[in-house]
């Protein structure tokens, strides 16, 4: 039957290294923050008291649980024996290797996320429209208003530009512009058709309808 290999620290196995969190019973008051800290599962409430059961399986160097202690009953080693060891045990070739494997292993989810979104279609989820006619008689505003209504879309930054009230009454061309957006961050494509459609029904000129992405 083969062995579980040990765990390491950078090439050194972890039971050597001597960086294990120790709780004072007399200074614990059972808050049990360390317990909830701590995401390696150091901790157990044993009767009330934090006890380290799985010390091994604290992060060396970390000191989170101990730095937010409430009455500081729980204690490390001095850094200077990690800072040692890792002196003594050069663990800095290790560490170059493991820098190398971590920065291929980062650089391949980047490119897989950079293929994965190039291939996703994009989804214009708000679209703007320009029209020019003559606006006066036609309702225009009341029927787009209708259009709209109980769907999950709506019209904004409309504005209408009259080159001069004058000519208008002469029934001179104005020009509109306004977003189509959805409520529902859904794409705009077919709704849009249909606003376009109105504009044409409505004997107004389409100057463009562009999916904004
Ligand atoms: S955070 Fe401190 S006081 Fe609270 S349970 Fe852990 S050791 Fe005890
Ligand atoms: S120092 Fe960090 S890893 Fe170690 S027991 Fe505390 S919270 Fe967990």
Known sequence: MSETPKKQWHGIPRDEVPWLPTVDPEACIGCQLCYVTCGRGVYEMHDGIAVAVSAMECMVGCSTCGNVCPTGAISFPNMDLIWKMERERQIFRTVKKEALRKHEREDALKARD?????????????????????????KFLLRLEALIENEPFDIVNLRLEVPTVKGARQKAPSFMTFEVTSERQEGVAPFLERVTTLVRDAGLVLVAATPVA
């Not at 994965?116 to 429209?129: D, G, H, L, N």
């Open 114 to 138: 950079a293929a994965m979104s190039a291939a996703r279609p994009v989804i214009a989820t708000r679209a703007k429209v320009e029209l020019a006619g003559e606006f006066g008689d036609k």
